[in-house]
C-alpha cells in the first residue's frame, strides 16, 4: 500500500479561496515533500519539510507536519486559475534511499 | 541550467516488442530514479541509482523490466516484450546527492502506449 495517502482525492474550488490538501503516511520518515504535476507530464517539487520542523511557508504555500500524527497538510492560500494541478506528497523514510508517492490530490480552480 | 531530459516523449508500439526509455539527468547529479504512473495514479518507483553502487531494483515490476546506467550518467529502461499493462508515463528523476535530504528533479517523462 502507499506510503502517503492524500486526501481529498479530488478537489474543486472558487478562484480566490484557500485550498487544503492532506497527507497521511504509516512510517517514521526524514522528511515530507510536496510536488505538483501539471497534464500528466513531469513533477515539479514545491517544498520540503523535515521531520523535525513543523511549518513552513514558500510564497502561498503553507506545509505543516505532526509527526505524532503522521500527517501533513498543504495549504494554497488566493487560489488561482493556473493553480489546477495535481499535488502529491511524497515521504522519505528513515533508512530507505527513495521517496514514496502518494495518489495525488486533484486540484480544479474555477475562475 | 538544462533539467533532467527524456526521450521519446511518447511511443507507441505493439504488444510483444520491446520499447528503450531514455534519460539524461541533470549534470553531476549522482542518483538517478525511474518511476512509473498509470492513469490518474501516484507515482510507482521502480529502479534506483547511486553513483557506482549496485542499483535498487526492488521496485521493476517483472524481469521483462531491466535498467543501465552508463558512466554514472545518461540511463536507459528496457521492457521486454510488452504488455498492454505496461502502458504508462515513465517518470526520470536525478538529485545531486542520496540520503533522503534532497528534492528529486523531474523530467517530462515518456507516455508509452502498448496496443
Known amino acids: 500500500s502507499q506510503q502517503g495517502e492524500e486526501d481529498p482525492q479530488a478537489l474543486s474550488i472558487q478562484e480566490g479561496e484557500n485550498a487544503t490538501m492532506n497527507c497521511s503516511y504509516k512510517?517514521?520518515?526524514?522528511?515530507l515533500q510536496w510536488y505538483r504535476q501539471n497534464s500528466g507530464r513531469g513533477l515539479v517539487h514545491l517544498i520540503l519539510i523535515r521531520s523535525n520542523e513543523r511549518e513552513k511557508h514558500s510564497g502561498r504555500l503553507r506545509v505543516t507536519l505532526d509527526t505524532s500524527k503522521k500527517s501533513s497538510s498543504l495549504l494554497i492560500t488566493a487560489s488561482r486559475a493556473a493553480d489546477t494541478a495535481s499535488y502529491f506528497c511524497a515521504t522519505w523514510p528513515g533508512g530507505a534511499q527513495k521517496l514514496v508517492f502518494g495518489q495525488g490530490t486533484r486540484l480544479t480552480i474555477n475562475p | 541550467g538544462a533539467g533532467v531530459s527524456q526521450s521519446p516523449s511518447n511511443k507507441v508500439t505493439e504488444k510483444g516488442k520491446d520499447v528503450e526509455l531514455r534519460c539524461d539527468p541533470i549534470?553531476?547529479?549522482?542518483?538517478l530514479y525511474w518511476y512509473r504512473q498509470s492513469l490518474g495514479q501516484g507515482l510507482e518507483f521502480l529502479i534506483y541509482f547511486q553513483g557506482n553502487s549496485a542499483p535498487d531494483k526492488s521496485g521493476l515490476p517483472s524481469d521483462r523490466f531491466s535498467a543501465e546506467r552508463t558512466g554514472g550518467s545518461v540511463s536507459t529502461l528496457t521492457i521486454q516484450r510488452t504488455q498492454q499493462e505496461d502502458s504508462a508515463v515513465y517518470l526520470c528523476?536525478?538529485?545531486?546527492?542520496?540520503?533522503?535530504?534532497?528534492?528529486?528533479?523531474f523530467g517530462p517523462g515518456t507516455r508509452l502506449t502498448v496496443l
Open positions: 528523476a536525478s538529485t545531486p546527492t542520496s540520503g533522503g535530504v534532497d528534492t528529486q528533479y
Open positions: 512510517t517514521s520518515i526524514n522528511n
Open positions: 549534470s553531476g547529479h549522482t542518483a
